[in-house]
């Protein structure tokens, strides 16, 4: 896997975790940061190539409006996620503004991916943002999902949405370099896996259950969204984001986990059954 690959890929999701959007003490969007990682995205659309963007970070930001330490319950996270989603949006559209892009955002249920008619409305809204030359921003709905229709992290959803719209890479940043063969929290000496072609028992064991206080991730479920991307014949990458022009540091060679799908050919790719509208 090169990086050549990633700037030949034609379709590609980037997911943003919470502790990279939002500042964890003071809830304030990074909005410097933000805007390197804008410009890297506004680099891959000049070059011909599509971005769809989904991100964490609503709770996080929206929680600090509720004052309190711990953990918030379900009807507070709910409203931490309306207050949050709507400066998030606003910070991105700030961003993407200053190159000339719009954004539409969509926000999702588990259901909406699952439903053959909510599948094909969701592949269309993305088609139909991008081709008006804005970038989809997408988050769950975590106002309304229930914890039957929730996907439980952003880590699966942008797995299932890359099956959808037959992305070719999903770059996962994080606030890790990527799949380390012990944490390396724990242990300094932990060696950071570069590339997964399959995932064993043993990759398994190698993943922590370690989880942050907002985002709903871990190295596990990251590993979980490996699988359905690899299933769907696309590749993902986990990369540490905090860094400015976090797309261009995996470019040039920064440290990252890739995993590599046996089938490279759309053909093989699953798509659950649904027949795709015809390609914009
Ligand atoms: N949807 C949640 C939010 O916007 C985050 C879920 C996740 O971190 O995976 O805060």
């Given at each position: 896997m090169t990086t050549a690959q990633l700037i030949s890929a034609h379709r590609i999701i980037v997911k943003i975790g919470s502790a990279l959007i939002a500042d964890g003490e003071t809830g304030d969007i990074r909005g410097s940061w933000l805007e390197t990682m804008i410009e890297d995205v506004v680099r891959f659309f000049s070059r011909g190539q599509q971005v769809i963007i989904v991100t964490s970070g609503a709770v996080a930001v929206g929680s600090h409006h509720f004052n309190k330490f711990g953990v918030l319950r379900s009807e507070e996270r709910q409203a931490a996620a309306a207050i949050g989603q709507v400066r998030l949006m606003l910070a991105f559209e700030q961003s993407l503004k200053r190159f000339g892009f719009g954004l539409g955002q969509i926000l999702l249920m588990g259901e909406d991916?699952?439903?053959?008619?909510?599948?094909?409305?969701?592949?269309?809204?993305?088609?139909?943002?991008?081709?008006?030359?804005?970038?989809?921003?997408?988050?769950?709905?975590?106002?309304?999902?229930?914890?039957?229709?929730r996907f439980g992290d952003n880590d699966r959803l942008a797995a299932q949405l890359a099956e959808l719209v037959q992305a070719d890479i999903i770059i996962?940043?994080?606030?890790?370099?990527?799949?380390?063969?012990?944490?390396?929290?724990?242990?300094?000496?932990?060696?950071?896996?570069?590339?997964?072609?399959?995932?064993?028992?043993?990759?398994?064991?190698?993943?922590?259950?370690?989880?942050?206080?907002?985002?709903?991730?871990?190295?596990?479920?990251?590993?979980?969204?490996?699988r359905i991307a690899m299933d769907a014949g696309c590749n993902m990458i986990i990369a540490k984001g905090n860094k400015s022009y976090p797309l261009s540091a995996i470019e040039n060679g920064g440290p990252s986990t890739w995993f590599v799908p046996f089938a490279r050919d759309r053909s093989d790719r699953h798509t659950c059954g649904n027949k795709l509208p015809q390609a914009q």
């Open positions: 991916l699952r439903n053959p008619h909510r599948r094909l409305n969701v592949l269309s809204t993305v088609r139909q943002i991008l081709k008006v030359g804005a970038v989809p921003v997408i988050n769950e709905n975590d106002t309304t999902a229930t914890a039957e229709t996962l940043l994080s606030n890790i370099d990527g799949l380390f063969t012990e944490d390396p929290h724990d242990n300094p000496s932990a060696r950071l896996i570069t590339e997964v072609r399959r995932i064993t028992p043993q990759i398994e064991a190698m993943a922590g259950h370690s989880v942050s206080r907002h985002s709903s991730g871990g190295m596990l479920t990251k590993l979980m969204a490996a």
